[in-house]
């Protein structure tokens, strides 16, 4: 394996969830962190220079191309560069199920911008310091469902088909300048406490995951990690599904 070399990686969506879980995993190896979110992104970062390593938050909508711009300019700024950008803000838990005529152009728009024009918009925003970088890595969090389609979710299904299909077609245009570019699609995930103790609802979850039990955001943060480091450089244009061997 090749010693990890420090990196400076913005994640965005990076203040709670599997989002810190990316954050806390890639600080834990040495790499120098950027958390961007719409709240909680100082706090986040505070926690991890406590615990003895190199992070900034940035207050950021990933729909606003001045916010990820000014993003990109303060991950410059403390640290000299961007060699690593893992897009995973996005809309999921806040949607409700609903038969697809059913959802309302405002929100379907909503869930598109989020979810599709966020991800373009940090890509091109830090763009140019990849490019310098010579070792850039661009992650994209997705998702299963463009595969499997599953109902009354058209939105969110459509937004993540979309990108899927960024990933693969950036992999392929950015590859000459020493960019990488994948996606991650996570299976049924919860906090490392509820992996064992799941509810009845994620317990149903469990039922469909050949290895028997949700994931943990560690597991996740892991692959997030290969595709991020001088091993994964030959890992390009992929989409990476982490759910325990369920039917994709």
């Not at 991890?48 to 729909?63: C, K, M, S, W, Y």
């Not at 991950?75 to 961007?82: H, M, P, S, V």
């Not at 299963?144 to 990933?167: D, Q």
């Not at 299976?187 to 490392?192: L, V, W």
Request: with cysteine; proline share 5%.
């Amino acid at each position: 394996m090749t010693p990890e070399q420090p990196k400076s990686i913005i994640v965005t969506g990076g203040a709670s969830g599997i989002g810190y879980a990316f954050c806390e995993h890639l600080a834990q190896l040495g790499h120098r962190m950027v958390i961007a979110d719409l709240s909680g992104a100082i706090d986040a970062a505070a926690r991890l220079r406590e615990a003895g390593h190199q992070a900034i938050g940035v207050q950021a909508d990933v729909v606003s191309e001045a916010d990820v711009v000014a993003m990109a300019e303060a991950a410059l700024a403390a640290f000299g560069g961007i060699d690593g950008l893992v897009n995973n803000a996005g809309l999921f838990t806040t949607l409700a199920l609903k038969p697809f005529e059913q959802i309302s152009n405002a929100e379907w728009m909503r869930v598109m911008e989020v979810n599709t024009l966020g991800p373009f918009n940090c890509a091109k925003a830090v763009l140019p310091a990849l490019r310098r970088s010579g070792r850039g890595r661009l992650v994209n969090i997705a998702s299963t469902v463009p595969i499997k389609g599953p109902p009354n979710m058209a939105h969110y299904v459509a937004s993540k088909g979309a990108v899927i299909a960024l990933t693969r077609s950036l992999a392929r245009e950015l590859a000459k300048d020493g960019i990488t570019v994948n996606a991650i699609s996570p299976g049924p995930i919860a906090a490392d406490d509820e992996a064992d103790h799941p509810t009845a609802y994620r317990q149903a979850m469990v039922g469909r995951v050949p290895v028997g039990r949700m994931g943990r955001p560690a597991e996740v943060a892991a692959m997030v990690r290969l595709l991020a480091s001088e091993d994964g450089g030959f890992i390009n244009g992929q989409m990476l599904a982490i759910n325990g061997g369920a039917e994709t």
